[in-house]
């Protein structure tokens, strides 16, 4: 599984592969044609609620992280959705709206895939 993961409002290239948006809103100034988008995986992003507390606050971000976690983990079919997306286009990018490259829900979504597919390695 490989995939990278962008800022929406950097540009296109062909590296990219297959794009899925993984913000649960979708990103304002952004038309469809401009994104080109392969899919939008809306429920993987944060809630609402989560989203809001944190704020994009650097000093949030360790507990963001552990919160943004235990929501993946109690939202199997959109972990499912996106893992299938995955798999089913091996160069793949995965699109995010926020600012701060380091403190947004892509980071940690990146490193929980990456750590689902090496488990689920290991024990096959």
Known sequence: MAFKIKRVTEPLT???GARILIDRLWPRGQSKE??????????IAPSTELRKWFGHDPAKWEEFRKRYRAELDANPDAVAELQGLLKEHP??????????EKHCNAVVLAEYLREHASRKRATA
Do not use: E, G, P
């Open 14 to 16: 062909r590296a990219d």
């Open 34 to 43: 401009k994104l080109q988008l392969t899919a939008w995986v809306r429920d």
């Open 91 to 100: 160069n793949a990018t995965l699109l995010f709206m926020a600012h701060d």
